[in-house]
């Protein structure tokens, strides 16, 4: 007991101690901190110059006009480089782009290693004869991918003569936008009449609120479940959100944040999704195409069918020099020596890898066919050489909370037209938004959704056919209908669940199934990957520290207020990757401002409480008593003004 006594004194002591280490360190920090300032403040100069100076990376952060028109100087050396790009996504071909545009680099010497056997990796929309058509995603898209439009711009349309990707893009959406007209149903297809609404409690709105203002550093590791609770998950917000963008209870709290702040602007599109923007044919013919016919216009070198092993780096000190690139090409191993004036790039991590295809009458089990291209082995085996090249295995350790399966039903006669009619108040074959994004039905166990783009979705689909896309965020729960999990479905299968959803007959759905549609799926076992929990130095800087010739590209890369799951995520790594790596000297454009943009906060303020001012919230005694006096003394400013135009203030609350 003695003993015992003792030992508790001596942990008590020492956690005091401990505790008073930490006081003692807080306060040395606070005093430097305010020796620094002091100092910048003796020597205060009003200047703008170094505004831009180039940060570690050998970049820097812009917006606005005057640098988004303005063309970079060709940098020094650039016609003794060579690029490797490994990889041949939307990341790996962005970033050729801005080697051909920007860094003036000659398309010869910049060779796109991948290792199938054709671009686009996650990118797809391919119809394969003895399966049909196949959409593994539909990307949503918005006016602020600022770094995706800065490229798209640049590449020809393959559709209008004349006309650039955007310009093509931006008329579309003009004459065409999207907007919802049922965003969810409930019981077999009726609407559930979620009609704009949020349905937060002030409690919920207050967790939001928590989230939003919390540092990064504070929710390293953490859960989105850490964070919130019920008064959250049982929310029409909620239920938006996570099928909307994927997410499930258990990813990571900071990247629910981010989201949450670098859509700041978009929140009262969220629920008709009229924030959205859409392209006309699936995004490997209308996007992916393109870029590919510019870069092979300017002669870039596309090795298909190429799967690189590893990266080798010579290591002095912090230097890092990729050294020679090991690949399988053709069942042979096969290696690149490199110099310092051999730039390489590397999308690590995919979200599609080892995607396992299914068909009408196959599940994508154990027997299905898996496309793999070998990117966390790759990450793997850089990873090895250097804590600065991440963590890969932070992402693709636990594939039971990383993946979900989505499906291409296409129908093949006009009897199941009439359901979707009923439910998004559109005719699908019209080449118009049909459902105006996702449909979900609230009430499935596999928590189904599903949308129909524009049709035909692939430029050469027969007009009277409809390429339907469902996705479902569970995949191991016994569907409604089908009373197997959906990764155990065959396509006729998940056919039956989803007609089910949508209110046809019972009697009529195994027919409708068989003989009315075909149905591809695919299991995607990381399609969630980037979701996972993580914290500072899991996802390497695009330009890890010291590294001369290498950079990270794509959704596994780290660069600050963006967010995973997104196009212009890939297009931004490979724009500061290219930029930094070759020294363009232009400015990035910087993820789009507006959570510093006040009217944006004020604003998204009211739609969060469903068009309620956060000045009719009841705060707790004193702070309600403190709202009169500050309305007071705002009266007549610019402040009363700008509280007026976006709904804070009203009629009589002055
Ligand atoms: C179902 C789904 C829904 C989506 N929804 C949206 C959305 O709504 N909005 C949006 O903006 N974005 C969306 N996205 C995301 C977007 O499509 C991706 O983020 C983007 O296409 C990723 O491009 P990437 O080049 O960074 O990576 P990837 O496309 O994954 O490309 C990586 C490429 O590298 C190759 N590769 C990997 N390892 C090796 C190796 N060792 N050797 C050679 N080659 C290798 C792969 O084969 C692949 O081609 C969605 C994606 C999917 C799959």
Redesign the pocket.
Known sequence: MAKKIAKLTLTAAGLAGAGAAVILTKKKQEKETAAKYANRTKNYRNTELGRHEKNSKGIYYTNGNYEAFARPEKPEGVDNKNAYI????????AAACFLVRDGQMPGSHIHI????GI??????GIYEPDRGYIM??????ENH?ECLWDLFHSIPSLEKPGASVLDEFYWLNKHDPNYSMCRATVRRGKDAHTDGKFNLSQKGCMEIVKLFMTKDEDLYDKTIEDVFDDEVFNSTFWLYWRTMF?FENWHSALEMKLYFQRFIHHIAGLPDFSALKFTRYN?YESLILPMQKYLEDAGVDFRFD????NVRFDIEGNKKVAAAIE?NANGTEQEIPLTENDLVFV?N?????GTVYGDQNHAPDDNAEVRT???W??WKNIAKQDPAFGHPEKFCSDIAKTNWE?ATITTLDDKIIPYITKICKRDPRTGKVVTGGIVSCMDSKWLMSWTINRQGQFKEQDPEKVCVWV?GLFTDVPGDYVKKTMRECTGKEITEEWLYHIGVPVEEIPDLAENSAVCVPTM?PY?TAFFMPRAKGDRPDVIPDGCVNFAF???FAETPRDT???????VR?AMEAVYGLLGVDRGVPEVWGSVYDVRELLESSVCLMDGKSPLEVELPGPLNLLKKPLLKAIRGTVVEKILRDHGIIRLGML
Request: hydrophobic letters at 35%; a negative charge.
């Open positions: 490994v990889g041949g996504g939307l990341a790996s071909l290693l991948e290792a199938m671009a686009g990796g996650a990118c797809d593994r995603g539909g990307r949503e898209m991918f994927a995004q190429t799967e690189v092993t690949y999308t991590g995919s979200c599609t890898e291209s070998g990117c082995n790759l989505s996705y995607m399609i590209l794509g959704q995973v799951f997104t196009t212009e995520y890939s790594t």
